[in-house]
Structures are given as C-alpha cells and as structure tokens.
C-alpha cells in the first residue's frame, strides 16, 4: 500500500462523501498508485459511518475523543507507507491530494504540507484573527524557537511517512497535534515541504468543533513546554536588569533628566514588580524542565539537581535574612520615636532583594516536591 488518506470524523454527514469523492478522483490519476481512505471515527452519532462505508472507506473506530487523538488512531491502523490526513469540512483542496503525495515522495520528506498561506483563501474561509494574528505569530514562534521555515503551522492537510511519524511518540490528542507534530519533525531534523494549495469555504452547515480561543492557548502552551530555554533565559535577563536598575537607582538618587523624575521611588517600585514578573519566569521555565528532556543553563542545572541538605539551609537562610531585615527596620524606627521615616528609597531596594531570593526560594522548595511526586 503506498498511501493511506485519513478523514478524522465526528459527525461529517454533510461533507464526507464529498471529501472522500475527492480524494478517490485525485488519487485514480495514477492507476499505479495504491491506496486507502480511512474514516477515523471519534465519536459520531449521525449517519457519518453509514456514508463512510458507502463510499467506499475503511472505518476505524477511535475512542479516545479529539482531533489528535483521531489522526493518531488512523494513523497507527493504516496500511500505506505514506499517511495523508485532511479535515472532513470540504475547505481544503483534496483535489491536490496527489500532488502533495507526489511532493513528498519526490523530496524525499518525512513530512509535506499543503500550505494555505502561500495559496488563495477565498474570502470568509479564514477567520480575520486566524488569518492575521493566531497562525502567523505561532508559526513565527516555531520557526524562531525551532529552526524552522514554515508559513502555515496549523494547516490540516499534510502527508507524512508513517514510519517517521511512530518514531515522534506524538502525544497530543487535541488541536495542538498540529504544532507537535511539526515540533518534534524540526527537533529530529525531518525534511519537511511545503506546496501551495489556499483554503475554500467550508461546506458545513453546523459550526466546527474548532474554538478560537481556546485551541489557540492550546498550541501555545505547547510550544512553549518544548522551549523552556525561552522563559528561563528571559527571566533572568529581566531579574539581572531589575536588579542593576534598583541598585543604580539607589546609588545615584532622584535625578531630573528632561524633565522627568527618574531614580526615586517610583523607579523603585517599578523595578521591584519587574524582578517578580522575571521570577516567575525563570521558575516557569525551571518547571518545565522537570519533566523535559531539554539542557537548561549552568546555573539551572545546579539549582535543579540542589540535594535536600542545601535546600533546607537556603530555606533557613531565606527565613533568617527576612526576619532580621523586619528586625532592623523596626529597630530603626523605634529610634526615630515611632515617626516618619524618610528612607522609602532604601527601604524599596532591600524588599527588592528580600522579593527575589524569597520567591526563588518557595519556587526551588515547589520544583523539588514536584520532583519527588512526579
């Protein structure tokens, strides 16, 4: 068998002869050709089966519900050495079916997509939003993160050698299949390919199982759990900034530089929410390296691998410099009668300090118990 067409399906009555129609006559232009059509069904509870059989595909039922989980299943019962796999909506052009295969074969790839960024998209086929700003901006996210050279990372049609795509171990049972799966083709350094091939109006009646928001957050989170680098190296950049800026702050003082007020204690308070919001990233990044197979950074690595000993003394330490620093402050004022003290500055600068080793304390003691129940 050379190829094995692979429909997901929950409830395509509407369009599913006529996607599988299309295939089948974009397919039979090479009488040399061997293939299947597979209906991977999800779930159905229309007549998606019955039309399936009729025209002709094998269905395979898939249990576990989801976009990815369906491909998977299809996937992993097909008989082709190439699978191809489409959206059952009649929005993208089977009529090119073929020459993806041809394409991919022909280059040697492990994977080819139809791209819809370099084809024409019929006006209302593409959402505004995923059009200008959801597509486009991961697909530069994976490209940047990943080395990649992609203009369309959520295309639904593509054609991928079935012996490669097992050896990915793609996990990923909702919309985020898509993103993982051209993840883990850039980390293992697969060919992949592009043709361009555009978007029609979906033919459907019914509105799609698509949701913007939400698959959307769901691609990006995924791609961000598989470059951790990212959130650590920004959080510390940020951490490293604030901190110079704080202490630059304290040793210079209030200055007037073009009329505005700089190095007082707004700059201070500016400074001490950045260093947390850089925090928070750099232990994001720690997190997600609990459970990753990535490198992180020297530093990283040693507060990551920090026996139990070290960090209950950091704990200890920690609690120690934040109860003495309280101590002082209280002695200070007790001296001043209990009035008005006129050291905000300094004062900002050492709860700056106190801020950052503190939560990276309570994140180091967070990541280690994860390590433990993990």
Known sequence: ???????????????????????????????????????????STDTSVNIAEASGARVVNVPERGYGSAITGGIKAAKGEYVIFADADGSYRLNE??????????????????????????????????????????????????????????????????????????????????????????????EIIE???GLKQDLRKRAPHLRTWRDGMRHLLFILSEKPQFMEILGLFIIILASILQLVALFIGPSIMYSFNLFDYHTHAL?????????????????????????PLKITRKLLSMDEGSLFFTLLLTFSFTILSIIIIFVIWSYSSYGNLQIINPFL???????LIGFLSIGLLGIHIMKKVG
């Open 349 to 355: 600068v050492l709860v700056h300090f106190i801020l």
């Open 195 to 197: 043709i361009p091939s």
């Open 271 to 295: 400074c001490l929410f950045i260093v947390g919001m850089g925090v928070q990233l750099y232990l994001l990044g720690c997190y997600i390296y609990v459970h990753s197979e990535e490198k």
């Open 97 to 190: 079916t073929s020459q993806l295969y041809k394409a991919t074969v022909e280059n040697s790839a492990d994977m080819g997509i139809a791209s819809r960024m370099l084809g024409t998209i019929e006006t209302g086929a593409m959402p505004f939003l995923h059009k200008y700003l959801g597509t486009p901006i991961l697909t530069l996210l994976i490209n940047l993160f990943f080395k990649g050279k992609l203009s369309d990372c959520n295309s639904g049609f593509r054609c991928i050698k079935k012996e490669t795509f097992l050896s990915w171990n793609i996990r990923g049972t909702g919309m985020e299949f898509a993103s993982e799966l051209l993840i883990k083709a850039l980390k293992n350094r697969s």
């Open 1 to 43: 068998m050379n190829v094995s067409f692979i429909f997901p399906c929950l409830n395509e009555e509407e369009t599913l002869a006529y996607c599988i129609n299309e295939v089948k006559e974009s397919l039979d232009q090479d009488q040399t050709l061997k293939y299947e059509i597979i209906v991977a069904n999800n779930g």
